[in-house]
């Protein structure tokens, strides 16, 4: 029986993407990385994080660093950040729902608290985080042991191929986000259990898990 939700947080929950491309923008005049456009941006959707990587002339060994730049740039763009819409709705459905909420992310826990401090969301029983970009499934472990939930209890919403991947390593059910961060063509081999359009569509979902 499903008892837990949990929820990645950009391109999931926080529609940050102008955020994301601007801290992008100013770190790459730091280093010589090329600028990000949106049309750039929408062909990096299609990638995996290594050919995006490639794309831009970016190492991979470079990536935990920049991330750490990337999360400061990103502080300051906070208060402009907006939900995704139909995020707020969902998460309240849920919660009357009786569903434990929490969030696993790669963003800094600092930023998301501020963030939903500034929305007056207090749904979220537990934040994770980890700075490393694949290490989602660590975390993810953690949050069943030490809630003493089974895997066949929880559900992870995400918006990117590592997400689900994660998800899979864990044995835990994930919904594909579709109007987040990746496109179809990066997760379709990834081969998420469920694909949510739309954030109620999320809500449906939990429901047919339900029964």
């Known amino acids: 029986m499903l008892k837990t939700i949990v929820f990645d947080f950009d391109g999931t929950l926080a529609d940050s993407k102008e955020a994301f ?3 992008y923008n100013q770190i790459a005049e730091r280093h010589g990385y090329p ?3 949106w049309a750039l941006f929408d062909e990096l959707k299609k990638l ?4 995006r990587c490639s794309m831009l002339g970016i190492p991979l060994h470079k990536i935990p660093f920049l991330i750490g730049e990337l999360s400061k740039q990103y502080k300051q763009s906070l208060k402009y950040i907006q939900m995704m819409e ?7 459905e849920l919660s009357e729902l009786g569903y434990a909420l929490a969030i696993i992310s790669s963003n800094e826990e600092k930023n998301i608290r501020t ?6 969301l207090n749904y979220f029983s537990t934040i994770l985080c980890s700075k490393k970009l694949f290490a989602k499934d660590r975390l993810m472990r953690k949050y069943v042991k030490h809630n003493n939930f089974d895997v066949s209890e929880v559900l992870y919403v995400g918006d990117e191929e590592r997400d689900i991947v994660a998800s899979k390593k864990c044995g835990i059910k994930v919904i594909w986000a579709k109007w987040g961060f990746d496109s179809i063509e990066n997760v379709r081999n ?6 949510a359009e739309r954030p109620e569509d ?6 047919a898990l339900a029964h």
């Open 86 to 92: 139909g995020a707020v709705d969902m998460l309240r």
């Open 190 to 195: 990834a081969k998420p259990d469920y694909i």
């Open 21 to 23: 491309l601007s801290a």
């Open 202 to 207: 999320v809500v449906h979902i939990a429901q």
């Open 48 to 51: 995996s994080i290594k050919e």
């Open 115 to 120: 963030f939903l401090q500034i929305h007056e």
């Open 35 to 37: 600028a990000m456009t």
